[in-house]
C-alpha cells in the first residue's frame, strides 16, 4: 500500500494544460492551482465539479503546493498518479501480491529501472534458479463499462517497451507487461485498440513469442492505493471509448 501525505478534498474547476489544473478546496472555498500527476489526456475523469483528492507537498522548489492524486467517478475513486504503479509493482511482486505467471523460480531480488538494449524496463527480477525477467509496468485510468483499457492516448514509448521486451524473450529472459488498473471496479482489462491499433497487434505477437500479460486491480481511497487482485487482459476484448460516446 502507498500512503499520501496531508489529503485535501476538492472540486475540479478546468485544466489549462496537461501539467496543472485548477481547483476549489472543500473546506475553504479557496482556489488553488495544482500540478496533475498525469499527463495523459483523462478526459472522461476531468469534468467540471468532480470531487478530487489533492495531497499538500509546498515546498520552494515547486511552482505549485498540490498535487492532483485521485478523481472521483461514479462514486468510485480512480488514482491518476502516473509515478505510483511502478513503485506498486515492485512491492506487490516482493511481497508475493502479484504472481508471475509461469516464473522459473523463486524471486531472491527485485531491481528497479535495469536497462536491456535501447530501453530501460521498470523492474528486474532474480530467481534462485538463476532465470532473470523483465517486468514493463503501465498505469491503466482509462475504463468503460467494467472494462479497463490502455492507452487512453498513443504511446510510442509503450510500442517501443513491448517491441524490446519480445527481444528480451528471444534472449533468453522472461518478460511480462504488467498493467496496473488504478481502480477497483474493473472485470476485464484489454488494449485500447482504436486508439493505438499498431499496440495491440505487437500486444498480440509478443503473447505468441512468450510474452505474458497480465493485469492487477486496485483499492483506491483519496489518500491510499494498493494492489487488489488480478483481473483478466483480453486483447482482443473490443473497448468502448467513453469520450467517443459523449
Known sequence: MITYPNVYLAYFIDR??????????????????????????CKELFHPEVEVALSYQPSPKRKTEYDLIAVKKNDVWFNIDS?????????????????????????????????????????????????????EVKGMTLENHGVGAFPDAPTLRGLKHVTELI??????YQSY?????????????????????????IILSGQKQGLSVIAYNCSVTPDTIAIEHQVPFDVAKTFEDPNSER
Open 16 to 41: 489549462p494544460n496537461r501539467f496543472i489544473a485548477q481547483c476549489r478546496l472543500q473546506e475553504t472555498g479557496e482556489i488553488v492551482t495544482v500540478h496533475v500527476k498525469n499527463t495523459g489526456r
Open 83 to 135: 509515478q505510483v504503479p511502478n513503485a506498486l509493482a515492485a512491492q506487490a511482486i516482493q511481497a508475493g501480491t502479484i504472481v508471475l505467471p509461469d516464473l522459473n523460480g523463486e524471486i531472491i531480488s527485485v531491481k528497479r529501472e535495469k536497462r536491456f538494449a535501447h530501453s530501460q524496463f521498470d523492474i528486474l527480477v532474480k530467481t534462485n534458479t538463476g532465470h532473470q525477467a523483465f517486468v
Open 167 to 172: 527481444e528480451a524473450t528471444k534472449e533468453g
Open 177 to 201: 507487461v504488467l498493467f496496473v488498473v488504478q481502480f477497483e471496479k474493473v472485470e476485464i482489462a484489454t488494449i485500447h485498440t482504436a486508439m493505438q491499433p499498431a499496440l495491440a497487434e
